[in-house]
């Protein structure tokens, strides 16, 4: 299916991206409601970032309701058209409906299209990283990354791991770290003046879960700290020991110790991926903490009529939260009543996680961890004094800052450095503009204008 | 699922795969942490976020230049090269 349309001549009822929670949920309604639907996912299997496994792999004290998300992709897989592998890198939108452009294939790059009258965007998140020095050296992975690399992968990120950052995720990553044998030095939580056992997430709606995290992170031992934060790793090929600041409530350093570790898991939230939205005109606003999502209707409608969105791209929530949302929006692509007690729960789990949100913000001190060398953004290899060069040149915003000095060219498109270089700036987040979402190589964008029927 | 394990080489170094992981979950695995230099401070890379978004981790795969080494699920044979 070289560069040619997929389908038939007038395609699906509904093209989902992103096969984890949220989009498995939302398929799985509109096929069993009788709409032909298609889903594509860029990994090897269905479970985005939540439901990794190994294939085969059932084991479920890595993954909260993995049983039941496999019985939905099974489902999923006789009922509608999974097209895993796929990269989806633009949409375009006409008078008749939709075109989903894809890359198939891990290594081959085969270029894709696919028809559809509507499109769920369900593309999930990733962590949000804030820079430090030495935050670019091996052995310093983001939280996600960690956890990919355990859940996904069976692999432990290091014998000896500080995991760091803010937020609820660093519980699970952390108590899955130990339950596999690693030594974990520390968890250091930025935000709060609480201790583990008045963590937020106990108080509500997950507390068994987190409960569950909490106590393996007693049983293995592992100190829990809060208002304490990595400010530098050190290392010359790789990390081999962090410096460790007490925090004060803006998390300005207060006071240092150095522990040794040979990785890092760090990372301050999430950031959700909505660029195929917004370059469909689709609106964005700053969710609570401070991160773009799409703007969403009762129904899971974005401002773009047949453009829905469900899970992290909608704010970020969770599995349980997307797969609610997932639903909701299926029902409403295929025309039929949201049940009432979709609408409630979702009214419930997100109130939960704007709770959430806010008991973890990211606070300015930060900036003040950065020397002149830091590398801000990692691509491009801009330091810090390149961003206060180019702001005394002139450049008040972000974007000025990335023509001047770059931050945010380079391969990852900002994705890592995004957010810091706008809090740099002074101003809140913007949504992104990346009008191809995957790299393509030019011989691939040549056969879509050569093959594709107009 | 019980299938059995294989190797790729890494630079013609054998390194043990087992089905399903991407090429670098087991170069990290194999104690392989850091694969590549960057153009401007030859500063060490190897995996950071892990899921294809920080393209940190590029390397060649059987002669394909710039390769996610953290999403390409690693197949018998495969031949790694690093820079």
């Known amino acids: 299916m070289t560069g040619t349309m997929t389908g038939n001549m007038t395609g699906y009822d509904l093209l989902v991206v992103g096969g984890g929670p949220a989009g498995v949920a939302g398929a799985l309604?509109?096929?069993?409601?009788?709409?032909?639907?298609?889903?594509?996912?860029?990994?090897?299997?269905?479970?985005?970032?939540?439901?990794?496994?190994?294939?085969?792999?059932?084991?479920?004290?890595?993954?909260?309701?993995?049983?039941?998300?496999?019985?939905q992709s099974d489902a999923l897989h006789a009922s509608a058209d999974v097209l895993l592998g796929h990269r989806v890198w633009t949409i375009t939108r006409d008078p008749a409906g939709f075109t989903v452009q894809a890359l198939a294939g891990e290594r081959e790059e085969e270029p894709v299209a696919l028809r559809g009258a509507a499109v769920l965007i369900a593309t999930g998140a990733h962590d949000r990283?804030?820079?430090?020095?030495?935050?670019?050296?091996?052995?310093?992975?983001?939280?996600?990354?960690?956890?990919?690399?355990?859940?996904?992968?069976?692999?432990?990120?290091?014998?000896?791991?500080?995991?760091?950052?803010?937020?609820?995720?660093?519980?699970?990553?952390?108590?899955g770290l130990a339950r596999a044998g690693v030594k974990v030095a520390a968890v250091l939580e930025a935000s709060g003046g609480l201790g583990l056992a008045r963590h937020p997430v106990l108080a509500a709606a997950k507390a068994g879960e987190a409960a569950g995290y909490a106590a393996t992170l007693v049983r293995h031992r592992?100190?829990?700290?809060?208002?304490?934060?990595?400010?530098?790793?050190?290392?010359?090929?790789?990390?081999?020991?962090?410096?460790?600041?007490?925090l004060d409530r803006d998390w300005r350093v207060r006071s240092t110790e150095t522990v040794e570790c040979d990785t890092v898991a760090v990372g301050y939230g999430f950031l959700p991926q909505i660029e195929l939205a917004t370059q469909l005109g689709c609106a964005s606003a700053n969710d609570a903490d401070g991160s773009p999502i799409l703007t969403v209707d009762q129904e899971q409608r974005t401002s773009v009529p047949g453009v829905y969105a469900a899970g992290e791209p909608a704010g970020v929530g969770?599995?349980?939260?997307?797969?609610?949302?997932?639903?909701?929006?299926?029902?409403?692509?295929?025309?039929?009543?949201v049940p009432e007690h979709l609408l409630l729960r979702r009214t419930r789990l997100r109130s939960f996680a704007r709770a959430l949100q806010e008991a973890y913000p990211v606070r300015p001190g930060w900036q003040d961890w950065l020397a002149a060398d830091t590398l801000v953004c990692r691509c491009e290899e801009v330091p810090l004094s390149a961003v206060r060069e180019a702001q005394e040149l002139g450049a008040t915003d972000a974007r000025s800052i990335k023509l001047l000095a770059r931050p945010g060219m380079g391969w990852c498109q900002g994705r890592m450095c995004g957010y810091a270089v706008s809090c740099l700036a002074g101003e809140a987040p913007q949504a992104p503009r990346r009008p191809v979402a995957q790299p393509i190589t030019l011989g691939s964008l040549e056969r879509i204008s050569d093959d594709q029927p107009r | 699922m019980n299938q059995d394990g294989f190797e790729i080489t890494v630079d013609g170094r054998p390194v043990p795969v087992r089905p399903g992981q991407s090429i670098g979950a087991a170069l990290h695995a194999a104690g392989i942490r850091s694969w590549r230099r960057t153009r401007f401070g030859?500063?060490?890379?190897?995996?950071?976020?892990?899921?294809?978004?920080?393209?940190?981790?590029?390397?060649?795969?059987?002669?394909?230049?710039?390769?996610?080494?953290?999403?390409?699920?690693?197949?018998?044979?495969?031949?790694?090269?690093?820079?």
Not at chain 1, 130 to 137: K, S
Not at chain 1, 223 to 246: I, K, L, W
Not at chain 2, 57 to 82: F, I, K
């Open chain 1, 29 to 71: 309604t509109a096929a069993r409601a009788g709409l032909r639907v298609a889903l594509l996912d860029a990994g090897p299997r269905l479970g985005g970032q939540y439901f990794r496994h190994l294939p085969g792999a059932t084991d479920g004290k890595l993954h909260h309701g993995l049983d039941r998300f496999l019985r």
């Open chain 1, 129 to 175: 990283p804030l820079p430090f020095p030495g935050w670019d050296l091996p052995g310093v992975l983001t939280p996600g990354g960690a956890q990919a690399l355990l859940k996904g992968h069976g692999v432990a990120a290091g014998r000896r791991v500080v995991v760091a950052g803010t937020g609820p995720f660093l519980l699970p990553v952390a108590a």
């Open chain 1, 222 to 246: 592992v100190p829990y700290r809060t208002r304490s934060a990595v400010v530098r790793a050190h290392g010359d090929d790789e990390v081999t020991h962090v410096t460790v600041a007490r």
């Open chain 1, 318 to 337: 969770g599995a349980a939260l997307a797969e609610i949302e997932g639903r909701i929006a299926g029902h409403a692509v295929a025309g039929l009543a």
């Open chain 2, 42 to 83: 030859a500063r060490p890379r190897g995996l950071f976020c892990g899921i294809g978004v920080c393209f940190d981790c590029l390397l060649s795969v059987n002669g394909a230049p710039e390769q996610r080494a953290c999403l390409v699920e690693a197949r018998p044979g495969d031949s790694v090269s690093t820079s």
